[in-house]
């Protein structure tokens, strides 16, 4: 039984967490319910594997900074559907030093003077802090997201900020002078450290860049992807495809299993990180490719090319025909879909329904105290 905590304080404004107030087991039946309604027709899911500890489990914490009539600066998150930002002192989800780093940034900016951003007028410089933490070797990178690359005293307000929080390894200035909702701009310049953190997962290393994609809960993150590697039921011979493979995690650790592994995927600096990984873990049967997943399908399909099995983890909004159909065709024996979009993954299921068949469905809650779910499942070629 989960410990639990007070309730949230900012819970009724902030709206981040669908399932605040509620005790986790009511929480993981929800989900569980949820999945079972939305995946009725492919089968009948395994029970939800839920977290001992469901709080300050993000790894990932962002914060959005605003001065306020009175002069006053605040950090903390977007209102839930809004531009409003409501000031949050302590997550209960999130790392809880990162909460720590954002209120000493708040304060720096105030001595520093440095002008925040107004969204309205576009004036101002300092706008997002974005912070990753690496669980198993207490790395801590901190991306300071401003409109100008041009950050006065920058040195001086890294020196301050790392004087106070000796755990940070690494400081990027990350440069988004575009009027949008997106946190980080293309340009990243490293202040001080690598520029990215170190984390490890299923025993091997990886690095994650500030832009790459990177699971949020690394607790549960192993869960899921030992789960995802049984149901790959790999015997060290297959040809294996790792698609929307963000920074390599899925196919590097598949790759002592199978006899080769490709993976691609869209975000560049993502498919940078994976070959780094595969070269520092010594690994050699794995290459990663940037390219569109459903183009990468589509030309290895009208190659003639096989593969006996493919991972396939797509973003919220799911797969596509283009990727789905030249699938088809490829005929890999197993498909194990990784998804944190229930309602993309029913869809997509239900394209797949003649070729594959569902022959596992298990659901892990990666999120806690939210609407998420992640769910994989074992697809298994018919006939
Ligand atoms: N498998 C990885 C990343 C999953 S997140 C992990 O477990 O960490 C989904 C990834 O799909 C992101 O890295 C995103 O950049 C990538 N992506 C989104 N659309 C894509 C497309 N059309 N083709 C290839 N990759 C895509």
Redesign the pocket.
Known sequence: MAETMGKCPYAARCGGCQYQGMEYQKQLEMKQENIRRLLREAGRPEPIIGMEKPYHYRNKVHAVYRRLRSGEIVAGTYQEGTHRVVAVENCQIEDPEAGKVIQTIRRLLKSFRIKIYNEDTGYGLFRHVLIRTGRKNGQMLVVLVAASPVFPSKNNFVKALKKEHPSITSVVLNVNDRNTSMVLGDRNITLSGKGFIEDELCGLRFRISPSS???VNPVQTEILYAKAMELAQLTGRERVIDA????G??GLIAAKKAGQVIG????RD?VRDAVDNCKRNGIRNARFIAR???EFLTAMAAAGEKADVVFM???RSGSSRAFLDPLKILAPERIVYISCGPETLARDLKTLAGSYRAAKIQPVDMFPFTGHTEVVVQLMRRG
């Open positions: 994609f990177y699971q929307y493979c963000g920074i995690t899925i691609v995927e869209l975000n993502a569109d997943a459903g983890d797509p973003p």
